[in-house]
């Protein structure tokens, strides 16, 4: 391996394509108990009386009452319960009943009944008065850019839930013995999971020990909610006798009762003077579901995010996240990202579109550049490449001139271009690694003289048992081979953090190649050797005020310019996806090829966000719970994708790297978006756009006509 | 257990049918294994039956086995170009290698691709029971949202496809993407035209209503016209279609399966100069 | 008449004497511990489960026990301890296709189907070939181009 990017196999490769990597659904369950969780038919109300059939013998429930900790899910703020009695939306747990056969265990809980008392829910975000979050930025002057504007134009838009779709479903599995209560299954971040299992459990942190195992996708999802599965699991399995309790979910449950991505309402106001933006009034409505759980973050992302790439010298950004008795939202891929960029990036091209010039050349005139203030009057401290990256797609894609050859279409088909500029600002926003995280890797070199990775970072098909074995193998100058990376077991790791954020590779793979330099320096030949490596917070950084939203709310960002094309068949309001050209400057790859993949997945999954996942919910349940009705791309719906990788190195990331695996979700929608309104000529502001709506549109111009 | 579920042949397949109706006959099972209740069910195995294997061509019919996977007529030479090409709009390789014909017919769902097809060529099923069997039109086989008119003890043997000029066809199925999906709405339409008569016209409407729409009658009111006197009443044709076609909301909206409806009629009209 | 179901599962022959209405998906995993086919949805939707039957791909959790009587069955157990199976993994591998894998069984025995059926497909082949196979990492891209590899460097195997 000369180059640190040069790709090499995936360390994990073979047990995944021969089918012997064990997911947690994978374990021999012959000496197993199967739980399922009885979850609540109503949005809101009081939980009276739970009426459980006669249990034969082996079969037990459990309930709040069973908690010898605290009856709450430690995340962030710790509203979720672990079990309900005061019901906040369809599918929240209640008990679980448990017991050796899954099926008989399934025949008794639809024996079960609770008795409610029923309570008013609320499910309009809109009109929700209960506010778990309400955050403000302010920058220059808003009310004199206004007040000197020569137009002043607005925009509304709307986004909609996303499910993350993992392949694998959640699962836990679950066991005490000896004092013990060790649990492992599909999860991104063991330490959370550890911290809520000693809450609930009221065990000692050492009387918990937490295992990931091999884990089928994540992309958020696996990062808030294991915890309260963990938990639930884990009372349980205080009464099975020593016996394993497994919770694996079908389809179905996985998609009623697991996080989502927050559907948002953005209200834009932006003052124009001699064509140049001089102020923008935001306000970001994010639906945060019944408890908290990730929303505060999600929030901080979408606020800090909502001017976009751009350079905009006045703002006034109002982000809420209020309460509704709907299914949790929570972390997903982009985290707030994706919504806000979807509502900037538009509103830029509806404000081209009302001033009469190109909305890509509008929008290059406004981005950002090294040293200029960020929406929080932090500093992009790094060279911004996006001009270099717009150059590139614009130029493949032949944008220009498409652009002006797709206005004013007629016929069957209907082709339409369209540009995005995105960022994902890399790794925990404000503070939060320095106060919060506080990242502690470790290497430990064996006797033989290979050299084991402790970290809790997980892969959960990202690469990153790969990228991290990559970063020491080249520091050290060993083989792969020499190096060990297995799943995270905190009775074993350090806390190196969470697998969120974009920040793995960036923050604890630095912290991996310093402590690798270290062993390198202190390598005694023979020898077990322990290499301890804590975080530093990088001394550039103006700190973060997260009351007044002040400084740097990241050290570095990721940049991404899209180009999407698209034909729609005016006949079915059919979308397809013609091509996409996307430029991704992620720092250095630390392996082209898993990065690539990265890049090319976030891509679908933000066209399938555009056009075709579309989620709905009625009187707090949700409609599409199968894969039937919730549809995500297949390999013939979103071909040719041409990723270009441009290197801006960041001098605090291994070998230059920074955050990768977000940004990919937010340019896609807003890109395919532009590109539907140059097909049909008109102006778009929600998502998921579906064939419906292209019909509804094209039955409005025949009316106009 | 399993004893007498796996009949060799369709005389004995009736004949357990006729003792045990309770069973429920399981073709290629990718409609009735969905749900956790199937496994609770007794299936009668159809599927291995080589008398509803076969397709073969008689004087007046393509006769089709109805055990026949969509992957099997899709293969077979005898097959009609627009029936294999709604076969292959079939979810993915995985189901229509099993998935049969006859079991896309008998679920009665009105958005069956293949069914569609069979509803337009103006097809009929072979009815077998013990000791019994009748020829049904297609046609009057779906009687409701998901009823047909199927009797106890019979089986669907075969689907009788009459023999016609099915070269100019017009078909699109509009499904939520471009593979593995469920039909939102389709269209098949058939157009012989020779001699500048219309000799036969025939649309079906998928997905849209409870049951397949075939609407021959106002078919009809093209049949025997000139291309000329076509496009005369062809705002009437339209009218009348627009009127029949009466769609019901599921996961899409009426209003979109309407549109889609007419802007297909209106495109497979124009497209052959009407 | 048949009392036992009997078939073939990677070149073993197998008596059934259980429920003809099982699944066969579940028996797989479940009796016979062969965890590799794996469960994504139990709808026919996803393709995690999907196995070779008679040659051709099938999603077993919508296989009754008593419709495979007589047939021959391959599982990704059985499937990977072939030289076919070396060439595709290699091709998947060079390209880095395989992320969180739970999709990857399913995809390859597909995969083995689409090329066992066209040593030579083009892109649009292999995409509609694999489009019974949802995969929720990869955007499919590289699996598409791991395909068309094994398929240019797996000379004489398909």
């Not at chain 1, 199967?34 to 082996?58: C, F, T």
């Not at chain 1, 509203?79 to 939306?89: E, G, K, L, S």
């Not at chain 1, 005139?365 to 992009?380: A, E, N, P, R, W």
């Not at chain 2, 009687?143 to 669907?156: F, P, Y």
Request: aromatic content about 8%.
């Amino acid at each position: 391996m000369n180059n640190i990017s040069s790709s090499i196999p995936k360390i994990d490769h073979l047990e995944k394509a021969n089918g012997s990597a064990i997911y947690v659904c994978d374990y021999d369950t012959d000496d197993m108990l199967h739980g399922r969780l009885l979850r609540s038919s109503i949005a809101k109300g009081i939980v009276r009386n739970v009426r459980i059939p006669e249990l034969p013998d082996g079969y037990f429930y459990v309930d709040s009452t069973d908690i010898p900790g605290k009856n709450q899910v430690h995340m962030i703020q710790d509203d979720t319960p672990v079990f309900t009695n005061d019901v906040q939306f369809i599918g929240e747990p209640i008990g679980m009943l448990v017991g050796p056969d899954l099926k008989k265990v399934g025949s008794l809980l639809s024996e079960t009944q609770v008795e409610y008392e029923n309570l008013a829910p609320v499910f309009d975000a809109r009109g929700s008065e209960d506010i778990f979050f309400d955050f403000n930025i302010e920058k220059g002057d808003v009310e004199a850019a206004f007040a000197h504007a020569d137009r002043i134009i607005e925009g509304s838009f709307e986004t909609g839930l996303q499910e993350h779709i993992y392949l694998e479903t959640n699962g836990m599995i679950g066991k005490f013995q000896d004092g013990k209560m060790i649990i492992h299954g599909s999860l991104q971040c063991p330490y959370y999971v550890h911290g809520a299992l000693v809450d609930a459990t009221a065990l000692t942190h050492e009387n918990v020990i937490v295992k990931q195992d091999v884990t089928g996708g994540g992309f958020g999802g696996k990062e808030d909610f294991p915890s309260a599965l963990a938990c639930q699991v884990a009372i349980a399995a205080f009464k099975a006798d020593g016996k394993s309790v497994r919770v694996v979910f079908e389809r179905e449950e996985d998609i009623i009762a697991t996080s989502k991505r927050h559907p948002s309402y953005c209200d834009y106001k932006l003052s124009v003077k001699d064509g140049k933006v001089t102020g923008m009034v935001s306000d970001i409505i994010v639906d945060a579901g019944a408890y908290t759980t990730m929303s505060m973050v999600v929030l901080q992302r979408a606020t800090i995010g909502s001017s976009g790439v751009y350079n905009i010298e006045n703002i006034k950004v109002r982000g809420r996240a209020p309460k509704t008795n709907t299914v949790p939202n929570g972390a997903f891929r982009g985290f707030g990202g994706p919504q806000v960029f979807f509502a900037i990036e538009m509103m830029m091209t509806h404000v081209a579109k009302e001033l009469g010039v190109d909305s890509a050349e509008f929008k290059l005139k406004h981005i950002v550049q090294q040293g200029d203030l960020t929406s929080t009057s932090g500093k992009y401290h790094f060279p911004v490449p996006l001009k270099q990256m717009a150059a590139k797609v614009l130029k493949e894609s032949d944008y220009f001139k498409k652009q002006k050859q797709y206005k004013n279409q007629t016929g069957r088909y209907r082709k339409g271009i369209g540009f995005s500029l995105v960022f994902h600002g890399a790794g925990f926003t404000g503070n939060g690694e320095r106060d919060i995280i506080k990242a502690v890797a470790h290497l430990k070199k064996l006797k033989d003289g290979r050299v084991e990775i402790l970290t809790a970072n997980t892969d959960m098909g990202q690469g990153l048992a790969t990228t991290f074995t990559k970063i020491v193998s080249k520091t050290l100058d060993l083989p792969p081979e020499k190096i060990i990376f297995s799943l995270p077991d905190t009775s074993r790791v350090p806390n190196s953090g969470p697998t969120v954020a974009s920040r793995s590779i960036m923050v604890v793979g630095e912290l991996l190649r310093r402590a690798a330099i270290r062993l390198k320096d202190e390598w005694i030949e023979g020898e077990e050797q322990l290499i301890e490596q804590r975080y530093e917070h990088p001394s550039f950084m103006i700190a973060f005020d997260a009351v007044n939203f002040k400084g740097d709310a990241y050290p570095t960002y990721s940049w991404q310019a899209t180009v999407v094309e698209t034909t729609i068949d005016t006949l079915t309001g059919g979308i397809s996806i013609d091509n996409v050209w996307g430029s991704f400057d992620v720092g250095t790859p630390i392996d082209e090829s898993i990065v690539i993949g990265q890049m090319e997945g976030g891509i679908i999954q933000s066209l399938g966000y555009a056009i075709m996942e579309k989620c709905t919910i009625y009187n707090g349940a949700i409609n599409n719970k199968k894969l039937c009705d919730y549809i995500i791309p297949t390999a013939p719906d979103f071909p040719n994708m041409n990723v270009y990788l441009y290197v801006d190195e960041y001098p605090e990331g291994p070998f230059g790297a920074k955050g990768a695996g977000e940004m990919s979700h937010v340019g896609g929608a807003p890109a395919v978006l532009d590109a539907i309104q140059n097909a049909l000529g008109t102006k778009l502001s929600k998502i998921p756009f579906m064939p419906e709506d292209v019909l509804d549109i094209l039955r409005e111009e025949k009316l106009d006509d | 257990m399993v004893k007498n579920l796996l009949p060799e042949t369709l005389e004995d397949a009736l004949t357990i049918y006729f003792g045990q109706p309770e069973l429920v006959p399981y073709s290629g099972g990718t409609d009735i294994m969905v749900g956790s209740s199937c496994e609770d069910k007794n299936f009668l195995f159809i599927n291995r039956i080589p008398e509803l294997k076969q397709i073969r061509l008689d004087n007046e019919f393509i006769r089709f086995g109805s055990a026949c996977t969509f992957t099997e007529v899709i293969e077979n030479d005898l097959t009609p170009t627009i029936l294999k090409e709604a076969c292959k709009k079939i979810a993915a390789p995985a189901i229509r290698n099993v998935g049969t014909i006859g079991g896309n017919i008998a679920n009665g769902s009105a958005k069956a691709d293949s069914a569609l097809i069979f509803m337009v060529t103006n097809s009929l099923l072979r009815l077998q029971a013990h000791g019994s069997e009748r020829i049904l039109p297609l046609r009057d086989f779906y009687i409701g949202r998901s009823k047909t008119a199927i009797k106890q003890g019979e089986l669907i043997s075969e689907i009788l496809m009459p023999k016609q000029n099915l070269d100019n066809y017009y078909y699109e199925k509009v499904g939520a993407r471009k593979a593995l999906s469920i039909s939102r709405v389709s269209f098949a339409a058939i157009l012989d035209v020779s001699d500048d008569i219309i000799r036969n016209c025939a649309t079906a409407f998928g997905a849209v209503s409870d049951v397949i729409l075939r609407p021959s009658e106002i078919d009809n009111m093209l049949i025997g016209k000139s291309i000329k006197e076509a496009k005369a009443i062809k705002s009437t044709y339209i009218a009348t279609l627009d009127k029949a076609i009466v769609p019901r909301s599921g996961r899409v909206s009426i209003e979109f399966r309407k549109d889609v409806c007419m802007n297909l009629i209106s495109d497979f009209l124009e497209s052959n100069g009407i | 008449m048949i009392d036992i179901i009997k078939f073939n599962l990677n070149d073993k022959e197998i008596s059934y004497t259980g429920s003809a209405s099982a699944r066969l998906l579940d028996f797989l995993r479940d009796e016979k511990k062969m965890t590799g086919t794996k469960c994504g949805c139990k709808e026919g939707e996803c393709g995690a489960c999907c196995v070779i039957i008679d040659g051709k791909t099938v999603n077993s959790c919508l296989v009754a026990m008593g419709s495979i009587h007589g047939a021959s069955i391959i599982t990704i157990e059985g499937y990977s301890k072939t030289e076919r199976f070396e060439t595709l993994s290699k091709a998947f591998e060079s390209v880095s296709a395989i992320q969180c894998g739970f999709c990857m069984p399913g995809m390859l025995l597909s995969s083995e189907c689409i090329l066992d059926g066209n040593p030579k497909p083009s892109e649009t082949i292999v995409r509609e070939g694999l489009s019974g196979n949802l995969c929720r990492c990869t955007g499919y891209n590289s699996i598409v181009k791991a395909v068309l590899k094994a398929s240019e460097k797996g000379g004489g195997l398909w």
